[in-house]
């Protein structure tokens, strides 16, 4: 399954790693979800993907530790890092610091991986925070009854 998400990948050869870590509750875990995005050439239109690669548990959550652990990932997924363009994580320090941070790790392999704070995790952080008053709740509830109601796929 995986093979076939990857697929349009090997044509592609660059890609962007997205990740982000949070604390499994029911296990008492840190873990970090990691993605990667490319864009994928149709036989019409290019189009971007983003595939889910794997969980990984982590011992430690520094950011030499973390970035450690993508690039291990990497690794196994056969995925060079040297055909990384961009990094997405949020902005804690753990992800983000041009020293000690995991896009740092991943720069000292490859300076050509840019680091950019992940939008989708700034949209994620609004949402929760405006989903507390009851007025936002009902929108987005009937936004995705539109949404659902008028899907074409």
Not at 133 to 152: A, G, H, P, T
């Amino acid at each position: 399954m995986k093979k076939e998400l990857l697929g349009g990948l090997e044509k592609s050869r660059y890609f962007a790693i997205i990740a982000d870590e949070v604390t499994d509750q029911y296990a008492n875990k840190e873990v970090l979800a990691f993605c990667i995005r490319f864009v994928e050439q149709g036989k019409e239109a290019a189009q971007i993907k983003e595939v889910f690669l794997n969980f990984v548990s982590l011992e430690r959550t520094t950011g030499q530790a973390i970035g450690d652990s993508l690039l291990e990932l990497l690794k196994k997924k056969n995925l060079d890092v040297q055909n990384i363009r961009g990094q997405a994580y949020d902005g804690a320090s753990a992800m983000s610091s041009e020293q000690c941070g995991a896009q740092a790790v991943i720069k000292r392999q490859n300076a050509l991986a840019l680091y950019t704070h992940c939008n989708s995790h700034l949209l994620n952080l609004a949402i929760a925070t405006s989903s507390r008053q009851q007025e936002v709740r009902n929108l987005i509830r009937i936004i995705n009854q539109l949404f659902l109601f008028f899907d074409l796929s």
